[in-house]
């Protein structure tokens, strides 16, 4: 920190309570009331110097007072007791912390260059302008010391050139900024400016990795602004701003004051417990909260969605104005993808329900209206991309891969919302006053090719179910729709086909479609089925839908995910264990017809003469169900047939002769 010394006598003030005394051969004429506190000075130091003090002190003694009050010092009693000791030529040390006071005090006392040359006001401004307004902290503290000295400060510009100073050290090369070897934060030497030697390898006494040597971040200056009011932060930023700082600079600079300063954000408090809608510290963090999102920069990704987020439960807390929190809405949609489950948990405070699933569907909503399309159909980009532009490496082939690529990576982020959104739901869906409208209407916000599969949905709606038992079988019905069952994994499956919380028609469904997905139907229409199970499957499965469109069924959205880089997601599934009962009975007619026709194909033709009746192995062989591998079957016969010729070889061989 820089300091100055003016004055050389030693010093003579003797201070008992509040009464402060010039010690001398000559007794003091003259008593000043500064703020309530008394000083015994005399008249001709005073006069010499100070041409405020020329008048009052004049008429004072020509009206036969001997005690003067001055009313309206800028500063305190110490400020005025520094005038006065240089007025008296004693020894005085000026630094950051009281530059600004004293300054301030010897405007009041006109301290001028007209009055003696060399005087108070002159040498403050060289100290300012050669010393303060060239560091970075001393910047920082004379600019965090005017707020008391107002509106002098203001008037004497001192706050702007503080601001303008620090503003001016924000831009600069980070190479030239070195590490404060007292501070933890940086300092800025403008007066002897070197590049610093973090270039180097950061080597100190032949230690690696020494903290003052090692590279300087772009953000070195946020922590220190961030000790700084909101007024006098907000023209800081202002200056900062429009010096062309990056915005996730600025962003970043929002980001750590916001989690300094207040309580609903950095999470310290309980936020449930820190509503308060009347008079106290809630209107001064609702109003720190309104200048940091006027602040925020209006391009997307100046800041993460986390922070935004963050900012949106303290306006909830703190009551804030209905414009903010729809401002708040639309940046949180923009980058919805980077948000996580726990920063979307909104609080609500209706005695309706636990989370704010309204804002929650806005955000959707507008995260929705961005003008984004999913990624073109193979067909398509074969259509698109033509020979001729393959062919060509021309700025317009760059442009159109570069549109591509962002729009494969905007339909990713939407796979990354629908998983998001279905776990959201899963969460809310714990709450026994959610209503089944705004469950219903969260859900069905996510397209239909943002999921290509539903064993998210399929838990957030059985936790819905479980916590709601009070629902009618319209209303499961109706929750149960949401999900498609040909998109559930093998394992969603099982679970689901012994949930007793489903309907009977969704668990139809799920035995259904996994029967087919393992191909145990034998390939059959529905129309061949019984009535009774084409009405458990309901209207959406159509008479022409078979076990191929099904299949077909299953591919598409898996197809649209591996275009993605999602073939690891993929996996063969592996057949049901055991037949399920439930489907053996209404497919029965279907599987008996299979089976007839399959053995009467493979059946081998009767022998003649002794052979007219069949062996027990061969009764015994035909009458188990006939395997869907013929090469197994063979040798299966095979085999029999080996050992039965070896015991009956030499009788077969003469019988035979002796038919023939």
């Excluded at 009535?531 to 099904?550: C, F, H, K, M, T």
């Amino acid at each position: 920190m820089k300091f100055m010394r003016l004055g050389s006598k030693p010093d003579c003030f003797a201070t008992v309570g509040n009464i402060t005394s010039a010690i001398s051969e000559l007794e003091s004429d003259i008593v000043l009331d500064v703020d309530g506190h008394k000083f015994h000075l005399h008249l001709f130091p005073l006069l010499a110097k100070c041409g405020a003090l020329n008048r009052i002190l004049t008429e004072a003694v020509g009206a036969g007072e001997d005690e003067v009050t001055l009313e309206d010092f800028p500063g305190s009693a110490e400020c005025f007791e520094i005038c006065a000791k240089f007025c008296y030529g004693i020894t005085i040390t000026l630094n950051a912390y009281n530059v600004n006071a004293v300054r301030c005090g010897a405007e009041f006392l006109k301290m001028s260059e007209i009055v003696e040359k060399g005087n108070l006001i002159h040498k403050l401004e060289i100290f300012l302008n050669t010393s303060i307004l060239r560091g970075w902290r001393d910047s920082i503290i004379c600019l965090q010391s005017s707020k008391d000295y107002l509106p002098w400060s203001e008037d004497l510009k001192i706050i702007d050139r503080c601001i303008e100073s620090i503003s001016s050290k924000v831009v600069v090369d980070p190479a030239k900024v070195d590490w404060s070897f007292s501070y933890t934060k940086a300092f800025m030497a403008i007066d002897h400016v070197s590049v610093s030697q973090s270039a180097s390898p950061a080597v100190w006494n032949g230690v690696q990795g020494c903290p003052w040597l090692a590279p300087v971040p772009k953000d070195w200056w946020v922590q220190d602004i961030c000790d700084l009011d909101m007024d006098l932060f907000w023209r800081v930023m202002v200056a900062v701003k429009a010096q062309g700082v990056a915005n996730d600079l600025v962003g970043e600079a929002l980001r750590v004051y916001a989690l300094r300063w207040l309580p609903e954000v950095s999470g310290e408090q309980d936020a449930r417990l820190t509503v308060d809608y009347g008079e106290g510290p809630s209107i001064r963090h609702r109003q720190m909260l309104e200048t940091i999102v006027s602040l925020l920069p209006a391009e997307k990704g100046s800041s993460s969605c986390t922070f935004f987020l963050k900012l949106l439960k303290a306006a909830i807390v703190l009551n804030a104005s209905l414009q903010l929190r729809a401002n708040l809405t639309k940046r949180i949609g923009l980058q919805l993808e980077e948000a996580s489950l726990c920063d979307l948990l909104l609080p609500s405070f209706s005695n309706e329900s636990l989370y704010d699933v309204d804002l929650v569907i806005r955000i959707v909503e507008h995260y929705l209206l961005q003008n984004q399309s999913p990624p073109l159909s193979p067909q398509e980009r074969v259509r698109t991309f033509t020979p001729e532009k393959r062919r060509t490496r021309s700025a317009e082939n760059i442009d159109y891969t570069e549109s591509r690529r962002s729009t494969a990576m905007t339909h990713g982020s939407k796979l990354i919302v629908a998983k998001l959104i279905d776990s959201y739901l899963a969460e809310i869906s714990r709450d026994p006053n959610l209503p089944l409208s705004k469950f219903m209407q969260l859900a069905e916000s996510i397209p239909d090719f943002a999921r290509p599969f539903h064993d998210g949905l399929y838990r957030a709606v059985d936790m819905y179910l479980k916590e709601h038992p009070g629902l009618t079988k319209g209303e499961r019905k109706k929750v149960c729709s949401l999900m498609d069952c040909r998109r559930l994994s093998v394992e969603a499956c099982m679970h689901a086909a012994q949930n007793d919380r489903l309907p009977l028609r969704t668990v139809v469904q799920v035995l259904f479609f996994e029967q087919v997905r393992t191909g145990a139907t034998g390939g059959f229409l529905l129309s061949e089925m019984p009535g009774n199970i084409r009405a458990l499957l309901g209207p959406e499965s159509s008479d022409e839908l078979s076990v191929a469109n099904v299949h077909a069924e299953r591919v598409r959205p898996v197809s649209i995910a591996g275009e993605l880089g999602w073939d690891s997601m993929h996996q063969d599934f592996s057949t049901l264990k055991g037949d399920l009962a439930s489907l053996k009975t209404r497919v029965a007619d279907a599987e008996r017809e299979r089976q007839s026709f399959t053995t009467s194909s493979l059946k081998p033709p009767k022998p003649k003469g002794m052979f007219s009746k069949p062996k027990k192995f061969f009764q015994k062989l035909f009458s188990k169900k006939v395997s869907n591998s013929a090469s197994s079957m063979e040798s299966e016969v095979n085999t029999q047939n080996t050992m039965f010729t070896e015991g009956k070889m030499s009788a077969g061989r003469r019988r035979r002769h002796s038919i023939t």
